[in-house]
């Protein structure tokens, strides 16, 4: 990464509330909150004006506790949740100059289908579990348009490939795969378009060492080789340490702390992040 | 004629609504409308939808034709014909040229239709991405947006696991360049009759309170993709044992005695009419 390269995603300002908010709660920096809750009116401040830059061909890790918002910012993102406020620009998206989140339905969802790429935790949640495989991929360049079965399943089948699935267990329906095989078939829908960004939420959580290792591996291949920006969010220091070149951390739905991965997790500022890093195994 | 019903079963206010939705359909081609849908003197699922839009359109001038399957004598058809016919006093008939108003379950007659006609057909499952989408909530969104993936997802896994598009039945349709829609059961060989028909087409699911139009010289463009390209059931090399009419839509038999694979007409009427025509009674080869 070059802080020269062009920003390909901007995050400004990125809220989301859960509840209304009262007057004390509402106004900017309130001290009222315990952790990113109002004791009064009892609004959740899941991401509170959450900013960042992601260039391009850039890996940006996000990492912070359990309901700091890290998921939140992803799913604001992919248009799976409504932000209250704050806006998001993508350089291919009207050349980065109108907030993602201004378009209509069908625009949102052209952003979906053409210029993201989202790999889910939970792999119920981005793939059809009853579907084939290749029809699972081939879902995402149907809804960009194609319309050409032989050249949908070429692509679905030497992007499964690339994840290293069977060539013949590519007709097979993922609830049938393990969860490591399901989450590399998720890997490899996120890619069929060539997407400029993509958004992973805990790639290998809850997947064994080697089968981590290796869908690290393939994360860290993608990005090299076809220069993909991603958000990286995760947990696990590890992983960010490995893949991220730059790293957010993130408490109680704010940033805490920013910088090159290496200096953050060698020389964490913050007192959570120093907690976080030192908590270590 | 006398009855103790009102005209038409319903009372005029149900007619009126479902009028108005039947309207709002038109007006919408391939969009489906909500409406109150009532309770029968038959089950839901029997028909109830397409019963519901008959007895709201049909005047004391209309003449009915109820078919079934292909079939004017199968049960469905018999009882659906007598509650309207006791109700309204109507003329029925099994000629589709004579017929103002046609109820279908599954089939749109051989005979092609005439301007004046009305077509009614009966849908158990009007929406085409229940399949995908179980939820009526985000299945309506997705039609705002025509999102119609979905749809397309079904007919690609098909082609996947069978080589080909594999719907028997109810193989969806764009509607005017912008709804998918379902056309109810009725095989792919019917698909194509309702694009640029001269005939009304209305499609009613009782069940699920839903009714949908194709008015008359609508475009209705069956889903398909590039290389693989929508296609009817190949009729071809086949004719009726009883009227030897070819190129029509065809029940599969076995012949009882010699157990050979038999075809004949789906449509009775057309094929009774061919009979009469040529002179040729059953059993004649």
Known sequence: MNTTDPVVLRVDRLQKRYGDGCARCRGPNPDVLEKNYCPHCGTVYALQEVSFDLHQGEVLGIVGESGSGKSTILNCLYFDIEPTSGAAFLLPHKNGRESIFAGSGQTRRSIRNNLLGKVYQNPIMGLKMKFSSVANIAEKMIAAGNRHVGRMEDRARTLLEHVTIPRFRMNEAPEHFSGGMQQRVQIAKALSNNPPILLLDEVTTGLDLSVQARVLDLVKQIQRELGISMLLVSHDLGVV?????????????????????????EDPQHPYTQELVYSLL | MKSLYNFAFFDEGSKREIRRSILKAIAIPGYQVPFASREMPIARGWGTGGLQLTLSLIGKDDVLKVIDQGADESVNAVSIKKLVGNTTGVAITEKTEEATLIQSRHRIPERPLQEEQILVLQVPIPEPLRFVEPREEVTRVLH??????????????????????????DHPVTVHDRYVMAPSPIPRF???????????????????????????????????????PFQIEDVSGHSCRLCGATGVYFDELADETSGETVYQCNDTSYCLDRMNRTGRTEGAS
């Open chain 2, 190 to 228: 019917d698909n194509p009759k309702m694009d640029h028909s001269d005939a009304l087409i209305l499609l009613g699911a009782g069940r699920e309170k839903k009714i949908y139009a194709v008015p008359p010289y609508t475009r209705v463009v069956s889903l398909d993709f590039d290389d693989h």
């Open chain 1, 241 to 265: 340490r490995m893949l991220a070149d730059r790293t957010v951390v993130m408490l109680n739905g704010q940033v805490v702390e920013r910088g090159l991965t290496d200096q953050v997790l």
């Open chain 2, 144 to 169: 705002a947006e025509a999102e119609y993936s979905g749809a397309y997802l079904i007919l690609f896994e098909q082609i996947m696991r069978y080589g080909r598009v594999s719907t028997g039945a």
